[in-house]
């Protein structure tokens, strides 16, 4: 199952520390790269590398410490599942599946060559299960670029071709939350809305930070070297869109399945709201899922688990429902989209590292 959530600056990482094609790496152009005094001081950059794992394992950790301590709402949320309507909990399974088609478009997009069909569409299935092992994100990711690393392309341009997936992805993702956000889906009460002190303070706080960041970015040297990939990752993703842009089949490919991915994994979250009777219409459905789906970005859990199950629950929850039918729509929306793909892509995956697909 291809999933939702938004990678790409990591993956910008990845691609300007290994180069872009075409260009030189910044880091082997310098003969003072290979200088002790260049290289980084792990001393003062390990413990930031802890900073991802904690937050991949917090997350999971606290939603099962959540489970065991509200296990009768959990109970509810089950028995209520168990009474949805079948024919609607076919349908989300049958949409759910679609993510892959979608994900094997946006993959052909972000390449000049032409991919093998069936291995591109088996790839995706078999990044789902990779996708549940590690970060959100970071599993697909590792197994596309393998992928078309295995299909002739260097790892620089696999590298590229990856963060290119992921950019479009978040950027579409954002364009489309704009949109519901704008279009006022959800219902909200003026009168739990912020005033104008807290917006200032919040801005204020913004400004603070995007400031900080800008000194750290000029005066810490681990920080200088963070900030020069991140350009030099920037820079190469803006010439790869550049390239796409000019192939208007590409650009199809590319744009079209990154926006579907999502929207099928809210049209997903719909058909089971649907199979439970609430009363949320699709727009409604459509604005909790990409919002919280953006939320849970944040935290980089494997496969998104515990940090979107908790912003889709309490999305829901605000959107006037019980926490038992809350906890009961995600469970079947985890019930379709992770447990019932799990065994085939597992399967699928081992098939094709045993023919060399991987």
Request: aromatic content about 6%; overall charge positive.
């Amino acid at each position: 199952m291809v999933t939702a959530p938004l990678p790409a600056p990591a993956l910008t990482a990845g691609v300007a520390a290994a180069g872009c094609p075409g260009s030189a790496s910044p880091r082997s152009a310098s003969p003072r790269s290979a200088s002790p005094r260049s290289a980084s001081p792990r001393s003062a950059s390990g413990w930031l590398r802890l900073v991802r794992p904690v937050l991949a394992v917090a997350a999971p950790l606290l939603t099962a410490l959540w489970l065991v301590r509200s296990w009768s709402t959990v109970c509810d949320g089950v028995e209520a599942l168990t009474g949805a309507h079948p024919v609607w909990l076919v349908g989300a399974a049958v949409v759910a599946q679609l993510t892959w088609f979608a994900g094997a478009a946006c993959q052909q997009g972000a390449v000049s060559r032409a991919l093998p069909v069936r291995p591109l569409l088996a790839a995706q299935v078999a990044g789902s299960v990779a996708n549940h092992v590690l970060p959100a994100g970071f599993g697909v990711g590792a197994v596309k670029m393998r992928f078309l690393h295995r299909n002739g392309l260097s790892v620089p341009e696999s590298l590229t071709a990856v963060g290119l997936d992921a950019t479009a992805g978040m950027t579409t993702h954002v364009a489309v939350l704009a949109a519901l956000l704008a279009g006022g889906f959800l219902p909200v009460e003026t009168s739990r809305l912020p005033g104008p002190a807290a917006v200032a303070a919040t801005l204020a706080v913004v400004v603070a930070v995007v400031l900080t960041a800008v000194l750290l970015a000029r005066l810490v040297p681990t920080a200088r070297r963070w900030s020069a990939r991140g350009r030099a990752g920037f820079a190469c993703q803006l010439r790869s869109l550049r390239t796409t842009l000019r192939s208007p089949g590409r650009a199809a490919l590319l744009w079209g399945g990154s926006a579907a991915i999502p929207m099928l994994h809210a049209a997903t979250l719909w058909a089971i709201v649907h199979a439970l009777h609430l009363p949320l219409g699709i727009g409604a459905v459509f604005t909790l899922y990409y919002a919280a789906s953006a939320a849970s970005a944040l935290v980089p859990s494997p496969g998104g688990f515990g940090s979107l199950d908790a912003a889709l629950t309490a999305a829901i929850i605000a959107a006037g429902q019980s926490p038992a039918i809350a906890l009961a729509t995600v469970l079947g929306y985890r019930l379709v989209t992770v447990w019932l793909p799990m065994a085939p892509s597992a399967c699928v995956l081992a098939v094709m590292v045993r023919r060399g697909y991987l």
